[in-house]
């Protein structure tokens, strides 16, 4: 029975030895397989990394063009919204809107220079100022009948309280101090409408972006007021007058029968009376 038991039991451990063996063959195999997919894995890891990191650059570029290209597109809009002083023109490189006002006018390129284009700038308001005073004063003159039997323009030649000298001395050294004060405060800090050692001077606490505009905007106005007030002022009597008289009469009082009527009523130089008394002596 011991031999048959080993006869027997040796085919069994051959066979228990074989199976041990294949399991460990098919393991092997199985480990094999399973570094190799490892490496290939990490290998086509390694490979898309570079693609990828090209397409993101790609795409990346595309990006930061579509950005690029939708900022360029909206200045470009902003540039095509904004109000020129004629539709359809393109205002000069030095006006880029930045300045109260900035319609893009410039067409003798005057404002070219920027340090004269600050000093043009501050001439206007000033100008505008002025121009404002003076359309305030000569239409609420009128209005409450301060001239009488003047008009604005011969309202000057009226004998006031104070002689003309004295009153144009006081004038002169008045304005001029205010003026040269001015003038260095601006020059120092480049604000506009000072006065003495205050720049800008704004009490009221009311200067804005919208302000200036607007100071700009009726600043123009009243120069082409006070322009059109005194190509008005031949015809003998103040704005308001000619206005009136406009709205009685549009087609008898307008400025094409006011210059065709010129000569009526300009006073005479007297050319007139020379003219006479030349061609009475030749008659005699």
């Known amino acids: 029975f011991s031999s048959l038991a080993a006869s027997e039991s040796l085919p069994i451990s051959r066979r228990r ?3 041990g063996a294949g399991r460990e063959r098919e393991g ?3 480990r094999e397989s399973t570094s190799r997919g490892e490496s290939e894995r990490q290998q086509a890891g ?3 990394i570079p693609v990828t990191l090209k397409l993101n650059g790609r795409v990346g570029s595309l990006a ?3 950005v690029g290209g939708r900022g360029r597109t909206t200045r470009a809009a902003a540039g095509a919204d904004r109000p020129m002083w004629l539709t359809g023109v393109s205002a000069p490189k030095h006006l880029d809107g930045s300045m109260p006002g900035d319609y893009g006018f410039d067409p003798l390129g005057l404002g070219a220079d920027p340090e004269k284009l600050k000093w043009y700038q501050e001439a206007e308001l000033m100008n505008a100022r002025f121009a404002m005073l003076g359309a305030a004063g000569i239409l609420g003159g009128e209005a409450l009948g301060v001239y009488n039997d003047t008009t604005w323009v011969n309202a000057g030649a009226k004998g006031y309280d104070i002689p003309i000298l004295p009153l144009v001395a006081i004038q ?3 304005m001029g101090f205010l003026e ?3 003038y260095i405060g601006f020059k120092k800090t480049g604000l506009s409408g000072g006065l003495v050692d205050t720049q800008p001077f704004d009490p009221a606490g009311m200067l804005s972006d919208e302000m200036k505009l607007k100071e700009v905007k009726n600043g123009r106005l009243a120069m082409v007021a006070m322009f059109g007030f005194a190509g008005q002022a031949y015809t003998g009597v103040g704005p308001l007058a000619n206005w009136k008289a406009h ?3 549009p087609f008898g009082s307008n400025i094409v029968t006011n210059v065709l009527n010129i000569q009526n009523t300009l006073p005479d130089p007297g050319f007139a009376k020379v003219a006479t008394t030349v061609a009475e002596t030749v008659a005699n």
Do not use: F, H, I, S
Request: glycine share 10%.
């Open 247 to 249: 709205l009685a009469d």
């Open 46 to 48: 390694a490979m898309a």
């Open 17 to 19: 030895t074989n199976e």
């Open 28 to 30: 092997g195999r199985a």
């Open 180 to 182: 040269t004060k001015r």
């Open 172 to 174: 002169a050294v008045v």
């Open 64 to 66: 930061g063009a579509r």
